[in-house]
């Protein structure tokens, strides 16, 4: 849980990585070639897929603070 709270975090307070959502095989990969092809390799991220991190974060800092 602590891993992957640090890789939210970093997702979240970077410019470097892109949010996107893995629920359909056709959207996501049309968003990761428009990343890859983008200058700099760097797209938006899709809003939704930051308000997903942003909740699974504070997801698991609530879980992690119960359980120490």
Excluded: C, F, G, W
Excluded at 12 to 29: C, F, M, P, R, S
Excluded at 42 to 59: N, S
Aim: aromatic share 2%.
């Amino acid at each position: 849980m602590e891993t992957a709270l640090n890789e939210l975090d970093q997702l979240l307070n970077t410019d470097y990585y892109v949010a996107v959502i893995n629920e359909d095989l056709d959207k996501v990969l049309q968003q990761v070639e428009t990343i890859i092809s983008s200058a700099n390799h760097t797209t938006p991220d899709e809003p939704a897929a930051r308000a997903v991190a942003e909740q699974l974060a504070t997801d698991i800092r609530a879980h992690l603070a119960k359980t120490v």
